[in-house]
């Protein structure tokens, strides 16, 4: 998700960027049925 999202953003400005990601996971998300529903499973 992070390469094709900075080469889009580098299309966009014509310029390298350098993107810093941060991904927040919800605790015992593999346990919780409610999660698992949200992601389709």
Do not use: C, N, S
């Amino acid at each position: 998700m992070g390469t094709r999202a900075r080469a889009e953003i580098e299309t966009l400005l014509g310029t390298k960027v350098y993107l810093d990601l941060h991904v927040r996971v919800a605790k015992d998300w593999q346990r919780d049925p409610k999660q698992l529903r949200k992601l389709g499973f």
